[in-house]
């Protein structure tokens, strides 16, 4: 049984259960409980604070787990990393007054800045050669440069609504983080076995996000045209249409090339393009 840690209640919780589920791995979650066994799959989940997640990983409490990269590296646990997840998205930034003049970083260079990663800001300052004073505080950072605590901030930033709500303005990207996968480093091979079943499983609900599934008509005579335009796993799948003279392909396109393909497919003779999404895709 491979034990795995997730964030118990926050912004990590809900996609990090959604990917257990989206494995076919199934479980009754309740908030109230500490851990929770998987039915179908030699899982168990327990739910912690996203900030005990590395430290339980690294001494085997639990085997492997998600947390935000920003954590893990502000707790120096990088090892620890398998690889990123793709979800809960968002950066550490620097920010300061609106009102307040800013041309680079040598701006701060003597002043105060408020933080609760403050290991990821002094890397950061140290790199740039600034020497500033780093204030920990372990919440409602956003506030400390209108009560006079700090002249700006290093807080995590997605949408940018709660620094322009404060009145802050968004100045150095000081870190990119989004969820990542942890797991202990002496994970016996029985557990190993387990996660890279796992893994197998991440990595299909992954390549499904991606792609999707097209569905078009065309004349025969411009099907060859077409064919060059999908790229497929192999090739497109060709059926020929009750109509005579007509044909379907199916084929898979990458979600990112998408727009620019519908758009050649349409130019090309394609016609009645459904597009749909994939579960599950097995390489
Ligand atoms: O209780 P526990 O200790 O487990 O949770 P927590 O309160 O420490 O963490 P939580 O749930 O807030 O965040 C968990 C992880 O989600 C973080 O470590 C990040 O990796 C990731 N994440 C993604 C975020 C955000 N987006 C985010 N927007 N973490 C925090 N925020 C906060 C930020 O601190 C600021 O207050 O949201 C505000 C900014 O959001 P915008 O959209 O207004 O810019
Ligand atoms: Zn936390």
New binding site residues.
């Given amino acids: 049984m491979l034990r795995i840690a997730i964030?118990?209640?926050?912004?990590?919780?809900e996609e990090s259960l959604k990917l257990i589920k989206e494995c076919g791995i199934s479980f009754v979650n309740s908030s109230l409980k500490l851990k929770t066994e998987c039915t179908n799959f030699p899982l168990e989940i327990l739910y912690?604070?996203?900030?005990d997640i590395p430290g339980y990983v690294a001494d085997g409490v639990a085997d492997i787990g998600i947390?935000?990269?920003?954590?893990l590296v502000e707790e120096g646990m990088q090892q620890l990393a398998v690889e990123q997840l793709g979800f809960?998205?968002?950066r550490l930034s620097l920010a300061v007054p609106k009102s307040a003049d800013y041309d680079d970083i040598s701006d701060l260079a003597g002043k105060n800045i408020a933080t609760s990663y403050p290991n990821l800001l002094q890397s950061f300052l140290d790199e740039k050669g600034v020497q500033a004073h780093i204030h920990t505080i372990s919440g409602s950072?956003?506030i400390a440069p209108s009560i006079g605590l700090a002249d700006a901030i290093c807080?995590?930033?997605?949408?940018?609504?709660?620094?322009i709500s404060n009145g802050l303005k968004e100045v150095e990207r000081v870190f990119k983080?989004?969820?990542v996968l942890i797991s202990n480093q002496n994970l016996s091979s029985e557990k190993q076995q387990v996660l890279n079943k796992l893994l197998f499983r991440i990595h299909a609900v992954q390549r499904a996000q991606r792609a999707k599934y097209i569905l078009l008509n065309a004349p025969n005579d411009k099907v060859d045209t077409i064919s060059q335009l999908l790229p497929g796993i192999k090739s497109p799948t060709i059926l020929p249409l009750a109509e005579e003279g007509w044909s379907s392909l199916h084929s898979v396109v990458n979600e990112d090339d998408f727009w620019e393909i519908i758009e050649k497919l349409r130019d090309a003779g394609a016609e009645g393009i459904l597009v749909v999404p994939i579960e599950k895709m097995i390489k």
Avoid: F, H, P
Avoid at 7 to 13: A, E, N, P, T, V
Avoid at 48 to 51: E, F
Avoid at 67 to 71: M, Y
């Fill in positions: 964030q118990k209640s926050g912004r990590l919780s912690l604070r996203d900030d947390v935000g990269e920003n954590v809960s998205k968002c950072v956003e807080d995590i930033v997605s949408s940018g609504s709660t620094l983080s989004q969820a």
